[in-house]
């Protein structure tokens, strides 16, 4: 059997069941939907850290971000811990990117045969603003983030419409010369990243829809003190205003729809190609999105709506199938290297989605996630195993969910002595993973040598921002 070639196809920032087939409601991705109905769907997959930089990385090296030192946005990727592109150079294979990477540069030794339109941090250096953490910095006092939102265009929508057709102009020139080895090719679109800003025939798909409220934004909600302190200072919400909120929400669905049909034209050129048939297509996100709930937008938690994402393995000839082992990013590093027959990386705790697959449901395996990075007063770590989601924030109290019976997040056990046993199995299983109080300080100690190199804490702050990466210019 001739070897298959691999098309990744990656989102920024696209929540877990924000998609037809994972069960949403009225959302519009019938791409994403086609890509479910033609291989597995894991139902219940995470990011390894619930922003962009750390994630990615994560998903590069296949090694937790405690592991590598990628903390947050102001410590992105730089080639030197290896990653699967790297993997595949060494096996005789090669990986070309097209689109956002949000590694260091083009100019570091990443693995990529080439990068194609790529997006990287601004100036090398990312966001060493949200790295402040003693004391944290303030509220935001302004956001155009959540007051240019609706119907138009933004840099990121024309972004990804050029993003689409180079990875259509690749695969046409990959199918003129069908005698080369099998290809690896990740196609990594911003959308539906902020800005809430939607193209106009997409966004009135959902105008002509009453938005659902956003839950848990009553005014006699308590909201666990690790969150009150995320909520002030990445204050999104103070922006927001009754009229507003329908709005954001619309176009958040409206950016989504457009991710889905630059998929669809990825997807067509594959067809057209005749490549279709040789190739695996597999799709996720780097991690989800609050949109609202808890008074919180954007990413940065452990809840469902910020950690979990979408992951599809799909080829063109099986039926729909699902899997419900938890599974990450890293999982997606060692199914590449697996696809090529090359080694892991870092022979990290991920496992190839292949093999995941095919074996029944396993209630122990175990999914991990940290967070160190912009709005986060101390470390929060994340444990996924069975129908238990386990949360511990470094200096305050957990908390515990049973997502089998509480799928919204809504009834924190942590205090209950009935789950004190698995409060506890739970907290070992962190503890085996990495000692939460201690990586925390060495976060912060990177953070801080970080801001000290840049001139200290004044001039820090003007390096990164509350807005989103500006694409590259092309």
């Known amino acids: 059997m001739k070897p298959m070639n691999v098309l990744y196809i990656m989102s920024d920032q696209h929540q877990g069941k924000a998609s037809g087939c994972y069960g949403h409601d009225f959302i519009q991705t019938p791409n994403i939907d086609r890509l479910a109905a033609s291989g597995t769907r894991f139902t219940r997959a995470f990011t390894n850290s619930a922003i962009c930089v750390p994630a990615r990385a994560a998903l590069a090296t296949g090694k937790h971000v405690h592991q590598t030192a990628y903390w947050d946005n102001g410590h992105p990727y730089e080639g030197k811990t290896k990653a699967w592109h790297h993997m595949l150079k060494e096996n005789g294979a090669s990986a070309t990117s097209i689109g956002k990477l949000h590694f260091r540069n083009d100019t570091d030794d990443t693995g990529f045969e080439e990068q194609i339109i790529p997006m990287h941090v601004v100036e090398g250096k990312g966001d060493a603003r949200g790295c402040i953490k003693r004391p944290m910095t303030g509220p935001m006092k302004e956001s155009g983030t959540m007051t240019q939102c609706g119907p138009g265009d933004s840099p990121y929508l024309e972004y990804d419409g050029k993003i689409a ?7 046409q020139a990959k199918a ?14 911003v959308c539906p990243h902020p800005p809430y800003i939607a193209p106009q025939e997409l966004y009135d798909i959902y105008d002509k829809m009453e938005m659902p409220m956003p839950k848990m934004r009553d005014p006699e909600v308590e909201y666990h003190p690790w969150i009150k302190k995320s909520q002030w200072m990445r204050n999104y919400d103070d922006f927001v205003t009754e009229e507003s909120l329908p709005i954001l929400m619309k176009s958040y669905y409206g950016t989504t729809s457009y991710l889905d ?4 034209k990825v997807l067509a050129a594959l067809e057209q190609t005749g490549l279709r048939d040789s190739t695996i297509v597999i799709y996720t996100s780097d991690h989800g999105e609050n949109l609202g709930t808890r008074r919180l937008w954007g990413k940065s938690n452990m809840y469902e709506e910020s950690s979990a994402i979408p992951l599809i393995v799909s ?9 419900d082992t938890p599974v990450s990013l890293l999982d997606l590093s060692e199914t590449i290297v697996d696809h090529f027959g090359a080694e892991s990386p870092n022979n990290g705790p991920g496992q190839s989605l292949y093999d995941i697959a095919k074996n029944s449901f396993d209630e122990s395996r175990i999914i991990f996630s940290e967070y160190h990075a912009a ?3 101390s470390g929060a770590y994340m444990i996924r195993k069975n129908k238990w989601k386990y949360i511990y924030y470094e200096g305050f109290e957990p908390e515990l969910f049973d997502l089998e019976n509480d799928p919204e997040e809504i009834n924190n056990l942590s205090k209950d002595p009935k789950f004190f046993n698995i409060l506890n199995e ?7 993973i990495c000692d939460p109080k201690e990586t925390n300080e060495l976060a912060f100690k990177d953070q801080d040598a970080m801001i000290e190199r840049y001139g200290g804490i004044e001039e820090a702050k003007k390096l990164g921002a509350n807005a989103a990466t500006p694409p590259p210019k092309t």
Not at 426 to 432: G, P
């Open 165 to 171: 057709n180079k990875a259509c102009e690749w695969l």
């Open 426 to 432: 739970l907290n070992r299983d962190l503890q085996n």
């Open 176 to 189: 003129a010369s069908p005698n080369k080895d099998p290809f690896c090719a990740f196609v990594s679109f």
């Open 315 to 323: 080829t063109s000839k099986i039926k729909a199938t699902r899997c």
């Open 375 to 377: 709005s986060s007063v």
């Open 261 to 264: 049909s630059n998929i669809g």
